[in-house]
Nanobody
Framework: QVQLVESGGGLVQAGDSLRLSCAAS????????MGWFRQAPGKEREFVAA????????YYADSVKGRFTISRDNAKNTVYLQMNSLKPEDTAVYYC???????????WGQGTQVTVSS
């Protein structure tokens, strides 16, 4: 089974930056997409960013393009989300996700809280 552990959330002011980390279990992830979703109070969970593990190709939601950068460290089985120019509307619980490209099975981390004050 795949296990994902997020870290790096916190309380920041608008315009600040945060770097989220998602550490995955020991297997290789060449057959996975990994990414980030978020869920704000009273809202549905939404896609933020994803990365094709094998190639490093990134994908972003329109709301974060130009501000967020997703990356991976193959040696550490870790995916990162660098969040710059944070806005109050970025406030949410951020969840790491891994999706098998063949089986289409999803795995989720426990979530990490990001709060951006005005």
């Amino acid at each position: 089974q795949v296990q994902l552990v997020e870290s790096g959330g916190g309380l920041v002011q608008a315009g600040d930056s945060l770097r989220l980390s998602c550490a995955a279990s020991g297997r290789t992830f060449t057959s996975y997409d990994m990414g980030w979703f978020r869920q704000a109070p009273g809202k549905e969970r939404e896609f933020v960013a994803a990365i094709r593990w094998s190639s490093g190709s990134p994908y972003y939601a329109d709301s974060v393009k130009g501000r967020f950068t997703i990356s991976r460290d193959n040696a550490k089985n870790t995916v990162y989300l660098q969040m710059n120019s944070l806005k109050p509307e970025d406030t949410a619980v951020y969840y790491c996700n891994a999706r098998h490209l063949v089986l289409h099975s999803d795995y989720w981390g426990q979530g990490t809280q990001v709060t951006v004050s005005s």
